[in-house]
């Protein structure tokens, strides 16, 4: 494995039994126990888990969003063949919001050769995008939070109240046939509400871990999303649930590898 595969590994196993020795994560990736410390002390620093004697524990329980460096290692195969399905379904010329996280981020990767209005909730996307000279950009302001770099607060929200976008794409943390689309962060939740009103469209975009899943902070109903792009198995029952509501599904083939 290599340095993303091992990291990806050993959070990965650390969610699913809490707790893992040093000894047990060399011999399951192959790599040195000196390697395997060296791994957790960078782990232990972007928040992923806590380390203790002989090996480390998680720091992450189910009601809490990783971390963005953690979540950044994950399925970045699938959110660029989503990305792409997403800047598809955009029209040149298009006022765009875009929605914080790391498929988003993904997503403006992706509108490098388009012609687009685009106000980011999140300085991650606004500087993939300031470099794409077809991009013009609209920031919305307010504060910041840390290491996710989303804007919260008022100024946010008082933006999308007093603009009107054609298109916000929305990348959330849960959606739910039942709840809805839904985020960990209450603070980014207001915004990404702000963001829904101010759209004559919602696509939202999420990879198949996102399906079936509520998180605390509920953004919009599904009946306020004109279509969902995903790599969720097309005939999953969180799927099939979704277009008997109607919602229109865009279904995203993905050869995942083995590790994931």
């Given at each position: 494995m290599n340095v993303m595969e091992r990291h990806k590994f050993v959070v990965g196993l650390l969610m699913q039994q809490n707790r893992a020795t040093v000894?047990?994560?060399?011999?399951?990736?192959?790599?040195?126990?000196?390697t395997i410390r060296r791994d957790l002390e960078v782990l232990e620093s972007r928040g992923a888990l806590r380390r203790v004697r002989g090996g480390a524990v998680s720091s992450l329980p189910g009601g809490v969003e990783p971390p963005y460096a953690i979540r950044a290692m994950s399925g970045a195969q699938a959110k660029e063949r989503l990305a792409r399905a997403v800047v598809e379904?955009?029209?040149d010329g298009e006022t765009v919001a875009l929605d914080t996280g790391t498929t988003a981020v993904a997503v403006a990767k992706a509108m490098s050769d388009r012609q687009l209005t685009v106000a980011p909730l999140s300085l991650h996307a606004a500087f993939t995008l300031s470099a794409h000279p077809g991009i013009q950009l609209v920031m919305p302001g307010g504060q910041v939070r840390p290491e996710e770099l989303s804007f919260y607060g008022h100024a946010p929200v008082q933006t999308f109240k007093d603009l009107c976008f054609d298109t916000f794409v929305l990348g959330c943390c849960g959606v739910d046939p039942v709840q809805g689309a839904t985020a960990y962060n209450l603070e980014d939740v207001q915004v990404k509400r702000a963001a829904v009103a101010s759209a004559q469209r919602v696509i939202l975009v999420a990879t198949?871990?996102?399906?079936?899943?509520?998180?605390?902070?509920r953004i919009c109903t599904m009946e306020e999303i004109a279509l969902v792009v995903t790599d969720a198995p097309a005939d999953s029952p969180a799927i099939e649930a979704l277009r008997d509501q109607g919602v229109e599904v865009v279904h995203v083939e993905v050869a995942h590898p083995a590790d994931d």
């Open positions: 000894a047990e994560l060399a011999q399951a990736t192959g790599a040195s126990e000196m379904l955009l029209t198949a871990d996102k399906i079936g899943r509520a998180a605390l902070g």
